[in-house]
T-cell receptor
Framework: DAKTTQPPSMDCAEGRAANLPCNHS???????VYWYRQIHSQGPQYIIH???NNETNEMASLIITEDRKSSTLILPHATLRDTAVYYC??????????????FGRGTSLIVHP | NAGVMQNPRHLVRRRGQEARLRCSPM?????VYWYRQLPEEGLKFMVY????????ESGMPKERFSAEFPKEGPSILRIQQVVRGDSAAYFC??????????????FGPGTRLTVL
């Protein structure tokens, strides 16, 4: 099962791009990379996911390296409301064939004025 | 389309009482997951259910905890004889039928359980 490694904390100036890295060197070929975030006291929020191609949606972009051993979540213009804990997850196939994500400690992103 | 709903949002129980947490998945979603988050910690998977079926309960404590997702109505996480260590935020997530090895989970706002 692939595990992920993220820096415990980062900070970013408002209006600048926030680049959050994630290492998943043991990821297998059919495992997706997912990103969620959790704003203080709220439920986690889905951001984006990808397999091997770069992905973009209205919230963020996801850049996955060619060897798939790492990825970067990019918030192009961070705002104060983007202050949250960001979780990088790869799908873990548990017993019975279910897909149970493992949430680590994530990266605490602080966006400052 | 309403999101995942959880109630109550806050629940206070005394030691030894029972706690019942409810989760209504998003419309069209047939899979429910329960997670627990202790203060200052990450989310820990507890149980994964489909309608009338427990798929994976590898994260559930062996005693006092149970979960169900009946054919009609919300999913219920039940904690019997609560202890102070059960104080935590409990999150429910739902997803549609997994396809192609991926299923995005959508989370509810959580239930914050406080055991006095």
């Amino acid at each position: 099962d692939a595990k992920t490694t993220q820096p415990p904390s980062m900070d970013c100036a408002e209006g600048r791009a926030a680049n959050l890295p994630c290492n998943h060197s043991t990821i297998s070929g059919n495992e997706y990379v997912y990103w969620y975030r959790q704003i203080h006291s709220q439920g986690p929020q889905y951001i984006i996911h990808g397999l091997k191609n770069n992905e973009t949606n209205e919230m963020a972009s996801l850049i996955i390296t060619e060897d798939r051993k790492s990825s970067t979540l990019i918030l192009p213009h961070a705002t104060l409301r983007d202050t949250a804990v960001y979780y990088c997850i790869v799908r873990v196939i548990a017993s019975g064939g279910s897909y149970i994500p493992t949430f680590g400690r994530g990266t605490s992103l602080i966006v400052h004025p | 389309n309403a999101g995942v709903m959880q109630n109550p949002r806050h629940l206070v129980r005394r030691r030894g009482q029972e706690a019942r947490l409810r989760c209504s998945p998003m419309k069209g979603h047939s899979h429910v997951y329960w997670y627990r988050q202790l203060p200052e910690e990450g989310l820990k998977f507890m149980v994964y259910l489909q309608k009338e079926n427990i798929i994976d309960e590898s994260g559930m404590p062996k005693e006092r905890f149970s979960a169900e997702f009946p054919k009609e109505g919300p999913s219920i996480l039940r904690i019997q004889q609560v202890v102070r260590g059960d104080s935590a935020a409990y999150f429910c997530a739902s997803s549609p039928l997994p396809t192609s090895g991926t299923d995005t989970q959508y989370f509810g706002p959580g239930t914050r359980l406080t055991v006095l």
